[in-house]
């Protein structure tokens, strides 16, 4: 009996369950939350919330902030969506996620401006760079774990590119989290370490993602 693409193509869908429109939003959303609530523990044993936190979230500094770190997460969170899946993407679209980078660094310029110079290495290192990008990757870790969770039932074909997407998403936020700490208001600074925490999340993403993501 000879069988044509087509027939071959239905006889394997035939019964095939119908997956759920929104089934791979849901499942990167279970983990990225699981491992969420997972770092906010971790980062309320370990280093605390601000004290001022109730004050903090009225200023400008703190929203700047959570603008800049949620925006980066989000934008993340879309493109591992879209790279779970088994079939083509670009990743041309990543570009976009400069734009929270460029408003990032147009107030860091505008600060600069209005702070002496002598003051600059101050506003740029804070009290805590040494610090903060290894615990914005601390925190990352639980929140990567989630999102390798995610992907057991997903298929992506592109396992370096999507480990480091998910290592992007997972350190962006992991920042969102460390905000609740972190004490410092500079742009720069937030530009500079954070960005650092949340790239070496994104690189060691891409390290092991081949071997964490295979299915």
Known sequence: MTVNTEELIDML???VPRVPRHAVVKRVGVGIVAGGLVAMLLAAAALGIRPDLRVAIHGFSFWMKWGYTISL????TYVVTRIARPAPLSLRGLWLMTAPVLVLASIGVGELVRTPPSDWLQMW??????LCPWLVLTL???IFTGLVWSFRKLAPTRL???GAITGLS???WAATIYC???PEVSAIFVLTWYTLGVLLAAA???LIGPGALRW
Do not use: K, M, V, Y
Not at 73 to 76: P, Q, Y
Not at 125 to 130: E, I, N, P, Q, V
């Open 13 to 15: 869908s035939r019964d």
């Open 180 to 182: 609740l700490h972190c």
């Open 125 to 130: 290192l804070g009290r805590s760079w040494t």
């Open 160 to 162: 370096r590119a999507a």
């Open 170 to 172: 997972a350190g962006a």
């Open 204 to 206: 060691i993403g891409a």
């Open 140 to 142: 990352a870790a639980p």
């Open 73 to 76: 997460a989000l934008g993340a």
